[in-house]
Nanobody, 115 residues
Framework: QVRLVESGGGLVQAGGSLRLSCAAS????????MGWYRQAPGSLRDLVAT???????DYAASVKGRFTISRDNAKNTVYLQMNNLKPEDTAVYYC?????????WGQGTQVTVSS
């Protein structure tokens, strides 16, 4: 079992920055990808960014050039640096860890961007 704990959400003005962290604990043996998803009220949960154990990265088109995902394998921690935030980035951000036959979610952290 893997436990994911997110931190770093909050309220920020448009154009500002936030850094989210996701600390993973437990057996990460079967996990080969970690990432961030977000869900706005009334919307589906959408991919924001993912990073594999080997370092391959994927971003949603809406955040490319503004968000940066990184990971510290030694600490089992994934980060999401969010710059030039926009009101449409407002959502609950969830950390995800997945691999063959496993899929784990954190409890989510709220990000609110005011205009």
């Amino acid at each position: 079992q893997v436990r994911l704990v997110e931190s770093g959400g909050g309220l920020v003005q448009a154009g500002g920055s936030l850094r989210l962290s996701c600390a993973a604990s437990g057996s990460m043996f079967n996990v080969n990808m970690m990432g961030w998803y977000r869900q706005a009220p009334g919307s589906l949960r959408d991919l924001v960014a993912t990073i594999t154990t080997g370092g391959s990265i994927d971003y949603a088109a809406s955040v490319k050039g503004r968000f940066t995902i990184s990971r510290d394998n030694a600490k089992n921690t994934v980060y999401l640096q969010m710059n030039n935030l926009k009101p449409e980035d407002t959502a609950v951000y969830y950390c995800n860890a997945r691999g063959k036959l496993v899929n784990y979610w954190g409890q989510g952290t709220q990000v609110t961007v005011s205009s």
